[in-house]
């Protein structure tokens, strides 16, 4: 099984900073990576997918990275409104099993 | 835009069999760029993936709970239902169900159920 490993599990950054959030596949995946959002008590919310390609309405300040086991998002100027937890998940073609990431809880400082 | 709701029971007792039901209003179950799909999250924990399941019935489930999940689909009802035997205390989550563009990324949510798994 491809296991997902994200960094940090948590971190506190002051509005405006840029931060970054890696992902590690166990295995390499292509390209087959998804990014979501969840804000506290919330729905999970789809930010990314492909790796790098932002879902409609989101803002421009997310962005994703990355091919093969290394991936990363990046927000390029933290907002009050980005405090929530981010997860990773890969998606297969064969077989079709979703696996997410641990999370990093992203805090304002 | 596609809607879906969870619907069930919020409270189980040990050793029984949960079972959660999805709505799909705002396109059609048996859409070709869809699969359909089970999603937990523990109190204070990550998320998991349950098992995702195709309009012509086709399923894939999570390895580490393929033994007690069967998922499937009521195409004339735009429904789709979990079953999940022999649960415990650890079993205790959110659960959502959501769409999967191609079976890949989640695309819309339910607002999620809270099942306590309790005596």
């Known amino acids: 099984d491809i296991q997902m490993t994200q960094s940090p599990s948590s971190l506190s950054a002051s509005v405006g900073d840029r931060v970054t959030i890696t992902c590690r596949a166990s295995?390499?995946?292509?390209?087959?990576l998804a990014w979501y959002q969840q804000k506290p008590g919330k729905v999970p919310k789809l930010l990314i997918y492909?790796?790098?390609t932002l879902q409609s309405g989101v803002p421009s300040r997310f962005s994703g990275s990355g091919s093969g086991t290394d991936f990363t998002l990046t927000i390029s100027s933290l907002q009050p409104e980005d405090v929530a937890t981010y997860y990773c998940?890969?998606?297969?073609?064969?077989?079709?099993?979703?696996?997410f990431g641990g999370g990093t809880k992203v805090e304002i400082k | 835009q596609l809607q879906l709701q969870e619907s069930g029971p919020g409270l189980v007792k040990p050793s029984e069999t949960l079972s959660l039901t999805c709505t799909v209003s705002?396109?059609?179950?048996?859409?070709?760029?869809?699969?359909w799909g089970w999603i937990r999250q523990p109190p204070g924990k990550g998320l998991e993936w349950i098992g995702s399941?195709?309009?012509?019935?086709?399923?894939y489930y999570n390895p580490s709970l393929k033994s007690r999940v069967t998922i499937s689909v009521d195409t004339s009802k735009n429904q789709f239902s979990l079953k999940l035997s022999s649960v415990t205390a650890a079993d205790t989550a959110v659960y959502y169900c959501?769409?999967?563009?191609?079976?890949?990324?989640?695309?819309?949510w339910g607002q999620g159920t809270l099942v306590t798994v309790s005596s």
């Open positions: 492909a790796a790098s």
């Open positions: 295995q390499g995946i292509s390209n087959y």
């Open positions: 998940q890969k998606y297969n073609s064969a077989p079709r099993e979703l696996t």
């Open positions: 705002g396109g059609s179950i048996s859409s070709s760029s869809y699969y």
């Open positions: 399941i195709y309009y012509s019935g086709s399923t």
């Open positions: 959501a769409s999967l563009y191609s079976s890949s990324w989640l695309v819309s």
